[in-house]
């Protein structure tokens, strides 16, 4: 096949990408805000451009959880792993996101072909992660007597927390760096002979390397961080992550605000060392973005889907 030539961009959907507050989950809701996403990103490509997606699957992997302990209770029907669960929702996720995409690249003139892979991120078994579970997975709030059992019968792990005035405990698991993309050498292929790529969803699934043969890990790796690995690895000229604000703010969220237009390696490591960024949302974004720069020497942008189509974001450069 001939190869084509263009710019390599590589862009991380968000969970509002998929599912907006007040949806239900639903495939036909998930497939019309994909539809929505793919239609502003195809407006910022050249012809011959070539893309790469990756997506969350948080809020999918905690209802496969549920699926499966419904499954046990009523059906006796074993539950997966939750590397199983991860690579389950790639699964469906991507033929979501191939679907719609292939149906918006019929009216476009040029042939393209669309592939979605589920993807193996290797991730090294001594990493400190699985010493101090983080990841918060599946049912939102658990009572202390499930606790309990989950703990004797699994070995699960959780932490309490409060919100809305409510008292309960969430299951956390460990969140490990990603090491290497164990199917690179599948996607180069694919992206060298002209496919538009999805691949990397939620994260990856996570396996390791022992004695010689892959095996699935419990756990999950941030879909920022493996994006961010994906994107060096391929060799990206452009590495977006799209998110529900425009920027990333200083202050965000009290008076006084302050949109950060752009932000150097030294700026973020002076921003992180003072605890500007929230550790559960904007945080693992930025340690991204700032992590592809690093590596690369390129660019990469943080914005919102409008933000994307006008130009507006925040550019995070080396110096």
Request: hydrophobic share 40%; net charge neutral; glycine share 10%.
């Amino acid at each position: 096949m001939e190869t084509r030539r263009g710019k390599t961009y590589i862009i991380a959907l968000g969970g509002n990408a998929l599912t907006r507050p007040g949806d239900s989950g639903t495939p036909e809701e998930m497939a019309r805000q994909i539809r929505h996403a793919l239609e502003g990103i195809l407006q910022i490509l050249n012809s011959e451009d070539r893309l790469v997606l990756t997506h969350g699957n948080g809020p999918q992997v905690g209802n496969e959880l549920l699926r499966y302990d419904a499954g046990k209770s009523f059906y006796n029907i074993p539950p997966f792993p939750l590397d199983v669960a991860v690579a389950a929702t790639q699964g469906f996720i991507g033929y979501l996101l191939e679907r719609e995409l292939r149906n918006l690249l019929q009216a476009q003139p040029q042939g393209r072909e669309v592939a979605s892979l589920v993807t193996l991120i290797e991730v090294s078994p001594s990493d400190p992660a699985f010493e101090k579970p983080t990841k918060r997975v599946g049912k939102t709030y658990y009572d202390i007597n499930e606790v309990k059992r989950l703990i004797r019968e699994k070995n699960w792990q959780f932490t309490e927390e409060i919100k809305q005035n409510k008292k309960g405990w969430r299951r956390v698991v460990p969140s490990p760096e990603p090491l290497q993309v164990v199917n690179e050498a599948a996607l180069k292929k694919l992206l060298d002979t002209g496919f538009m790529l999805i691949t990397g969803g939620g994260g990856g699934v996570p396996v390791e390397l022992r004695n010689g043969k892959w095996r699935g890990v419990e756990a999950v790796i941030d879909k920022d961080a493996a994006s961010a690995l994906l994107a060096a690895t391929l060799e990206a000229e452009e590495f977006i992550i799209l998110t529900d604000v425009d920027f990333v703010y200083e202050n965000y969220g009290q008076p006084g605000q302050k949109a950060l237009e752009i932000l150097t390696l030294n700026q973020i490591e002076q921003y992180i060392s003072h605890g500007i960024f929230g550790a559960g949302n904007m945080l693992p974004k930025i340690k991204a973005a700032a992590n592809f720069v690093q590596r690369t020497g390129q660019t990469a942008l943080i914005t919102e889907l409008e933000g994307l189509k006008t130009g507006r974001g925040t550019r995070i450069i080396k110096n």
